[in-house]
């Protein structure tokens, strides 16, 4: 069955096990792998080089699209081996080792992380490991359920490991839009105009030579976890949609919006979801990733087309859409994640662009990644290669959380992640506030009233009041302003008085 | 003489007086300015518009391109007529009403300043003031030293005061590039590829029934400082220049280097003009503004094409543009600053950026507007616009001053306009850290060893120790991460001891 899959005959010979492809690891490599929200990963190759750590011990450098799924970056990370990952993770084990300075994490805009390759500062990639749905005749890797970075990595890497996914259905061929810019000086104007632009190729461009080792492998792809609707996620999203239906009213949007993005979890799947009742018509996604909620909307007619570098779902839609996906196929595309992610595309489209905030500060500014000021959580991914270029530019989170011992609106951002001005709208289950055009002073009534818990909205406004008394474009008391999450480390929570 | 200035012969009738236009001014109104750098601003209207306030009370809101000239910031704040200003500053007068909550102040990325028009979220432009070398037969606008935010102001203005300036000779005529993306979903593709590119037109279409006066002026632009290179900007200047050498020894960079964008000030000054020494051939700029560097290097035939939305010289320099305009001509494009800034060619590009920091903490975020986190001193301007996108994206500071009291070197930012996802090289008199590809502990290490002064240099790896024991991707002290700013609010000192 694998000879339809390697259409280049004499690679055929170059497959061989995991474990021995693992032995192919030196120390001190560069390493690249395919993989961008858990899908299209490694399935073999690096648990299997974690597998064989004791036997033979090394340090790597570990380069992806964005997540890893099937636990391999925590098996990595528990075996020694990561040196340095870049540029995004969701690991639970391999956070523990970050946040005890074990492993270096460089946190990436996504749509950027492709540079330090191309441009040589990191001057090489020893190994890159691409999982394909197969190989053509050209030696061309047609990727499986991502694209990511692969094209960039398999440009660079000295040598390529193939892992060839038996398990991804061959009608998948056809839904990728391979794309290079190039490197300066001759950096090409990339030209999408629409979610659905087709620019690219079906393949990514492959030295043959350079492909040393084929893996065949049969394990599908993590699934996402279902996040069902809760309270909460509800609210946000009802008042997102009213919000959209305003803007409708206004004459500033229309029934079709404009492209969507939207990050992962419970609230992007709550407010795409949403759209299926509203008077909403024609959508169209410009994305990192394909969820859940869009195959959802395609079955019900919403959904014109989604345009992401990569598909994660549950198992149930999984099943559902790779068991019939010449119907799906002509709703979507996947593309390298320097064009999914392109400031220059999203400027051009006028996305509208949701993402998840840990914490929003009074003033807009946004945490998206740091727990407490200091722990990494998964990084910054995508958010503000869309909020920085969006259209609009929406963070929504909840108010509270912990019993309402954590308040996500705090007076000064322990982290920032994306700057007041690149902040639109924040959005918690008590409401919306649109900051377009407000100065910071106008933004923090706004921010306290419409989003705060109302556990802590007197404290907020209490130390807007006194902040404004010292003066200045935006008012801070500094001794008091990381106050909260300091009470949080302490006390384990930020309010003051606590409430049994 | 005006006469070969308004070619729509008509217009000629709605000659006024700058006194006569102010009063076309009503309460609430929205009012767009010409105006970037100081450059090309309203230098009559806007004066006499502040000049009516005892007569004619009212409040406004101001957009501009960015900066004005001739204190027609100030003056308008003390004839208490500015209910908000957007999208930057650089006044005296009019950051003290900033700060003191009297004027709202929306701090902007100037490439996306007249997104709020064109989308309507400010839902009209009630008077537009537009600094013009020339009105054409069809009614479209030649502007002069800047191009800043006009040709969105004019679309957008239900009316236009044009202010006629016939101290700019006519043989500007031909410099701008007049190019709009249009609004979605019709938005254009910027089809810039090098800084020299030419997509527009010369002029600003205009709907000539909208022109409802005509203003003559005859005063120059307000020259800039001359900031003579010290000390500390030549040894930034230095450790810069070097490691340009280091990147062409490298391969990374050829010695054309890469376009080059430079905020305004000192620093940058010092290192454009050190390029006429070095081994550095066949520059190009793409940036906001040209200041006398630039001409200087284009005089040392160093510098082959400057692109930028403005022309900000001193006085000296004015003059020798000027009097010899036809010789800089070919060498030089003014465009629209959402084309200057647009996210789409920054990074097609592949600019080297640098801007000047207030401040950069160990992990390489960098605030770039507020003193001790609260006060404004000019704004964000185009700094992101650049490094956000930018191939290298450089920030210049020295590492303490008033008399060793401050140091530009912090724990953490006392507020953040670019962060460490965006910032790749720090400088100061003392070194260079070049923070590609490095996680924050890494980072931590290499400020603090290369660019912190020496008085703080204990401290901050104290900090850092301290921090490291408690762990995390970033770590952090909370308590004591602002102490610093706090400090010198009490002592008027950073340094834990005073030194006498």
């Known amino acids: 069955m694998y000879e339809e899959r390697i259409k280049r005959t004499e690679l055929q010979q170059k497959i061989i096990s995991a474990d021995q492809a693992a032995t192919l690891f030196k120390d001190q490599m560069v390493v690249a792998s395919s993989g961008f929200t858990k899908a299209g990963d490694s399935k073999a190759v690096l648990k299997a080089l974690a597998a064989s750590a004791p036997a033979n011990p090394l340090k790597i450098t570990l380069l992806t699209g964005a997540s890893l799924g099937h636990d391999t970056d925590g098996a990595l990370a528990e075996a020694g081996i990561l040196h340095k990952r ?47 749905l197969m190989i ?24 390529i490991i193939v892992e060839i996914n038996m398990s991804v259905p061959l009608s998948v061929y056809g839904v990728h839009d391979i794309f290079s810019t190039g490197v300066w000086p001759h950096k090409r104007i990339i030209p999408i105009t629409d979610a659905g632009s087709r620019i690219g190729q079906p393949a990514i461009p492959v030295d043959p030579e350079k492909i040393v080792a084929i893996v065949l492998t049969d394990t599908t792809d993590s699934p996402a976890s279902i ?38 979890g419970k609230v992007a799947n709550a407010v795409l979801e949403g759209f299926i009742d509203g008077d909403f018509h024609h959508l169209t996604m410009y994305s990192e990733v394909i969820q859940d909620s869009a195959f959802n909307l395609i079955d019900a007619g919403k959904l014109d087309f989604a345009s992401a570098s990569s598909i994660t779902v549950s198992q149930a839609c999984y099943n559902r859409v790779f068991s019939n996906f010449e ?31 840990i914490e929003c500060d009074i003033y807009g500014n946004v945490n998206s990644t740091h727990i407490g000021g200091t722990a990494m959580m ?5 958010s503000n290669d869309f909020a920085r270029n969006a259209y609009l530019s929406i963070f929504v989170t909840q108010s509270s959380s912990k019993a309402g011992g954590i308040s996500h609106i705090v007076p000064m951002a322990s982290h920032i992640d994306n700057t007041e001005h690149d902040v639109d709208i924040i959005v918690t289950e008590n ?37 404004c008394k010292r003066g200045g474009q935006t008012p801070h008391l500094l001794q008091e302003a990381l106050s909260w999450h300091s009470r949080f480390n302490e006390n384990g929570t930020m309010l003051k008085t606590v409430h049994v």
């Open 327 to 357: 119907k799906y196929k002509p709703h979507i595309i996947l593309r390298p994640q320097d064009i999914s992610n392109a400031a220059e595309v999203i400027r051009r489209l006028g996305i509208i662009s949701i993402n998840t905030a």
């Open 378 to 382: 998964n990084g910054i991914g995508g």
């Open 136 to 159: 053509e005749a050209d030696g061309s890797i047609v990727p499986t359920t991502s694209v990511g970075n692969s094209a960039a990595f398999a440009a660079a890497a000295d040598k």
């Open 431 to 467: 409401g919306l506030a649109d900051l377009r055009g407000l100065a910071p002073r106008e933004r923090a009534r706004l921010i306290i009233s419409n989003c705060a818990h109302a556990s802590y909205k007197d404290e907020l406004n209490n130390y807007f009041t006194e902040a």
């Open 227 to 264: 996040n069902e609707r809760d309270e909460k996620t509800s609210a946000i999203a009802a008042h997102l949609l009213e919000f959209f239906s305003h803007e409708i009213k206004k004459g500033r949007l229309p029934h079709s919006l404009r492209p969507l993005q939207s990050g992962i």
């Open 86 to 132: 870049m540029p995004f993770q969701v690991d639970p084990a391999l956070r523990k080792k970050i946040n005890s300075g074990d492993v270096l994490f460089v946190d990436q805009h996504l749509g950027e992380s492709a540079e330090l390759i191309n441009e040589k500062i990191i001057p090489r990639v020893d190994i890159a490991v691409i999982e394909a």
